[in-house]
């Protein structure tokens, strides 16, 4: 067994994951793309296609090229640009108007042009504009006037109550912010997941690969035998019957030896869902290109790995982060519907000034006013806002209950990973003694059959027995490695999981 990493090198890895996580809840935090994990040795198709296929090739064809990881960053790439989009909410705006009579009996017409602010506090709005008239105006257009210079007009609008902290542009703003903090821990998540199964699709097709290489050297001794029989027959020194009862032990080991093939076809098949050129074509390695058999070892005891780091790993887990991301969403739009309920009492200053030679309208225009008004609206019976408010609180109530759910599921599942990897140790070295004693008594078994004192079909038995503990040593190593690719996975051990 490899020993395990030191509890040192297991919370630095462990604060890496937390830091990855706190700078996706980070607004600022630029996308990634998997384009940004750096390239290990050759090129990725050359790797793939050149010498013995290791874990750490697989990892990273899978990082670099999985459709999901791909179609998780563009899922990233749309929430950042409907962030923007709701910033574009507090955009300056740009306003023009001209305005004038081709004839009749009144002359007048203005120009003017406005600028508006609208900012986050108070749900302000500050302007200001220009205008300039020329002409006469009938009575009631009489507002239109302006020196020769024009008016220039600043002003500001306030929300008292409703709108003041809160409103749909602030919330959108926010919502779309957190929005794509959880795209980001999304992507987290699809490349823990992703890299996890492409894993576990790796150690299963070196397992496959390993138990063909048990069952052709068993088919090898039953077809040496076979010759060696057929010539004793010829001889007379062996009745037919032990050259039948052989050829029934060949078509019985060949039967293995094509379900073991069948087997791995498939991990093979399994194993190219995740290996991928750098077109995204998948490519399905060959038998060729298993690794040596030590790859398979046993991995590190689960009892050597600390408890209060693996706390801190499931406590900073992509789904919980996404549920404490998705409970602020609720709870702000509960907020958002309480504003709802409030009356609406609104207040705007205004400060104008118009300059130059008087102009038609006369001296009344010739002055620096300031002006003030309030406004005051509010629903009498707020059905709709309350049952919005209701809904929300409903969906609050319902995001926290999920995260307390999927916080003691994956607290279960943990655990039943460090079982697994604890007891695939202890299963392992015990294949491994049962392998070592099916070989002791294969050998003195055809010692005693070379030696007159055997019987041939024990000698067979002793063979496929040693044969099925090879295969079950196998499974149990198999068993390890998938343990382990669980225990990185759900320890976000990124570096193990090739995305770092």
Same mark, same amino acid.
Request: proline share 4%; charged share 25%; glycine share 6%.
């Given at each position: 067994?490899?020993?395990?990493?030191?509890?040192?090198?297991?919370?630095?890895?462990?604060?890496?994951?937390?830091?990855?996580?706190?700078?996706?809840?980070?607004?600022?935090?630029?996308?990634?793309?998997?384009?940004?994990?750096?390239?290990?040795?050759?090129?990725?198709?050359?790797?793939?296609?050149?010498?013995? *296929?290791?874990?750490?090739?697989?990892?990273?064809?899978?990082?670099?090229?999985?459709?999901?990881?791909?179609?998780?960053?563009?899922?990233?790439?749309?929430?950042?640009?409907?962030?923007?989009?709701?910033?574009?909410?507090?955009?300056?705006?740009?306003?023009?108007?001209?305005?004038?009579?081709?004839?009749?009996?009144?002359?007048?017409?203005?120009?003017?042009?406005?600028?508006?602010?609208? *900012?986050?506090?108070?749900?302000?709005?500050?302007?200001?504009?220009?205008?300039?008239?020329?002409?006469?105006?009938?009575?009631?257009?009489?507002?239109?006037?302006?020196?020769?210079?024009?008016?220039?007009?600043?002003?500001?609008?306030?929300?008292?109550?409703?709108?003041?902290?809160?409103?749909?542009?602030?919330?959108?703003?926010?919502?779309?912010?957190?929005?794509?903090? @959880?795209?980001?821990?999304?992507?987290?998540?699809?490349?823990?997941?992703?890299?996890?199964?492409? $894993?576990?699709?790796?150690?299963?097709?070196?397992?496959?690969?390993?138990?063909?290489?048990?069952?052709?050297?068993?088919?090898?001794?039953?077809?040496?035998? @076979?010759?060696?029989?057929?010539?004793?027959?010829?001889?007379?020194?062996?009745?037919?019957?032990? $050259?039948?009862?052989?050829? @029934?032990?060949?078509?019985?080991?060949?039967?293995?030896?094509?379900?073991?093939?069948?087997?791995?076809?498939?991990?093979?098949?399994?194993?190219?869902?995740?290996?991928?050129?750098?077109?995204?074509?998948?490519?399905?390695?060959?038998?060729?290109?298993?690794?040596?058999?030590?790859?398979?070892?046993?991995?590190?005891?689960?009892?050597?790995?600390?408890?209060?780091?693996?706390?801190?790993?499931?406590?900073?887990?992509?789904? *919980?982060?996404?549920?404490?991301?998705?409970?602020?969403?609720?709870?702000?739009?509960?907020?958002?519907?309480?504003?709802?309920?409030?009356?609406?009492?609104?207040?705007?200053?205004?400060?104008?000034?118009?300059?130059?030679? $008087?102009?038609?309208?006369?001296?009344?225009?010739?002055?620096?006013?300031?002006?003030?008004?309030?406004?005051?609206?509010?629903?009498?019976?707020?059905?709709?806002?309350?049952?919005? $408010?209701?809904?929300?609180?409903?969906?609050?109530?319902?995001?926290?209950?999920?995260?307390?759910?999927?916080?003691?599921?994956?607290?279960?599942?943990?655990?039943?990973?460090?079982?697994?990897?604890?007891?695939?140790?202890?299963?392992?070295?015990?294949?491994?003694?049962?392998?070592? @004693?099916?070989?002791?008594?294969?050998?003195?078994?055809?010692?005693?059959?070379?030696?007159?004192?055997?019987?041939?079909?024990?000698?067979?038995?002793?063979?496929?027995?040693?044969?099925?503990?090879?295969?079950?040593?196998?499974?149990?190593?198999?068993?390890?490695?998938?343990?382990?690719?669980?225990?990185?996975?759900?320890?976000?051990?990124?570096?193990?999981?090739?995305?770092?």
């Amino acid at each position: 067994m490899t020993p395990p990493p030191p509890a040192s090198d297991r919370r630095h890895r462990l604060a890496s994951c937390a830091a990855l996580v706190a700078l996706a809840l980070a607004t600022s935090e630029a996308p990634l793309s998997a384009q940004d994990i750096t390239p290990l040795g050759d090129p990725l198709d050359r790797a793939l296609a050149t010498g013995a *296929l290791l874990p750490e090739e697989v990892l990273r064809a899978s990082a670099l090229t999985f459709p999901s990881i791909l179609e998780a960053f563009e899922r990233e790439a749309a929430a950042r640009s409907d962030q923007v989009a709701a910033d574009g909410a507090f955009d300056l705006m740009l306003k023009g108007e001209y305005y004038d009579r081709l004839s009749g009996y009144y002359s007048g017409g203005f120009g003017k042009v406005e600028a508006r602010q609208p *900012l986050r506090p108070y749900g302000a709005e500050v302007f200001g504009s220009y205008r300039v008239s020329d002409g006469t105006f009938p009575i009631y257009e009489n507002y239109d006037y302006t020196n020769r210079l024009g008016e220039v007009k600043v002003g500001a609008l306030f929300s008292l109550l409703r709108n003041r902290d809160i409103d749909q542009r602030r919330f959108a703003i926010e919502d779309t912010r957190l929005a794509a903090s @959880q795209a980001r821990l999304d992507v987290m998540l699809v490349q823990l997941n992703v890299q996890h199964e492409a $894993l576990r699709a790796y150690w299963r097709w070196v397992a496959a690969g390993e138990e063909i290489r048990v069952y052709e050297e068993l088919l090898e001794i039953a077809e040496a035998r @076979q010759v060696g029989l057929s010539r004793e027959v010829r001889e007379g020194a062996r009745p037919q019957i032990a $050259l039948t009862e052989n050829e @029934q032990n060949l078509l019985r080991r060949r039967t293995l030896l094509e379900q073991a093939r069948r087997d791995f076809a498939l991990a093979s098949n399994a194993l190219g869902f995740y290996l991928r050129g750098s077109d995204g074509r998948m490519f399905v390695p060959s038998r060729e290109q298993l690794p040596e058999t030590a790859k398979l070892a046993a991995t590190a005891p689960a009892e050597a790995l600390a408890a209060e780091p693996l706390a801190e790993a499931i406590r900073n887990r992509p789904e *919980l982060a996404t549920f404490r991301l998705a409970i602020e969403r609720a709870t702000n739009k509960v907020a958002l519907r309480r504003n709802d309920l409030q009356p609406r009492l609104d207040a705007s200053v205004e400060l104008s000034r118009d300059f130059g030679a $008087l102009g038609p309208g006369g001296p009344g225009f010739d002055s620096t006013d300031a002006v003030v008004g309030l406004t005051f609206t509010v629903p009498l019976q707020r059905r709709e806002a309350r049952g919005r $408010l209701q809904r929300a609180e409903a969906e609050l109530r319902e995001a926290e209950l999920r995260q307390r759910r999927i916080a003691d599921q994956i607290t279960t599942e943990v655990g039943n990973i460090l079982a697994n990897l604890s007891a695939a140790g202890r299963l392992a070295a015990l294949a491994e003694a049962e392998v070592r @004693q099916a070989r002791a008594m294969v050998e003195a078994e055809r010692t005693r059959f070379r030696l007159g004192a055997g019987e041939f079909f024990l000698v067979n038995a002793r063979e496929e027995t040693a044969a099925n503990a090879r295969v079950g040593a196998i499974r149990a190593a198999l068993a390890g490695r998938l343990a382990e690719a669980s225990y990185h996975a759900a320890t976000m051990n990124l570096t193990a999981l090739g995305l770092e």
